[in-house]
């Protein structure tokens, strides 16, 4: 059984960064696409980057584009955020979670993620 967690969340002042770690465990681990999603409170979840394990393509929503990185190791099985120049609305707890799919598309839909963490929050101060 597969099983994700998080890591890296806190609070930091706007214009700042964060790094956010998920380490996978309880399988090999092929061409999946592990993909970091966050929630504010009141809101849909909502899709903030993928990357597909072995081919390191990558996919970001538009409002984090240029600001934040995704990347893993495949030696750590870890994939993260790199999240820079947040800002206040980035506030929100964020999840990463595996598509067990081996196509070539990343999905931004979170249904088409099977397992998921369990969040780490990060709150961004103005």
């Known amino acids: 059984q597969v099983q994700l967690v998080e890591s890296g969340g806190g609070l930091v002042q706007a214009g700042g960064s964060l790094r956010l770690s998920c380490a996978a465990s309880?399988?090999?681990?092929?061409?999946?696409?592990m993909g970091w999603f966050r929630q504010a409170p009141g809101k849909e979840r909502e899709f903030v980057s993928a990357?597909?394990?072995?081919?390191?393509?990558?996919r970001y929503a538009d409002s984090v584009k240029g600001r934040f990185t995704i990347s893993r190791d495949n030696a750590k099985n870890t994939v993260y955020l790199q999240m820079n120049s947040l800002k206040p609305e980035d506030t929100a707890v964020y999840y990463c979670?595996?598509?067990?799919?081996?196509?070539?598309?990343?999905?931004?839909?979170?249904?088409?993620?099977?397992?998921w963490g369990q969040g780490t929050q990060v709150t961004v101060s103005s």
């Open positions: 979670a595996l598509d067990l799919s081996t196509g070539s598309a990343i999905y931004n839909t979170p249904g088409m993620y099977a397992v």
């Open positions: 309880g399988r090999t681990f092929s061409n999946y696409a």
């Open positions: 990357i597909k394990w072995n081919a390191g393509f990558t």
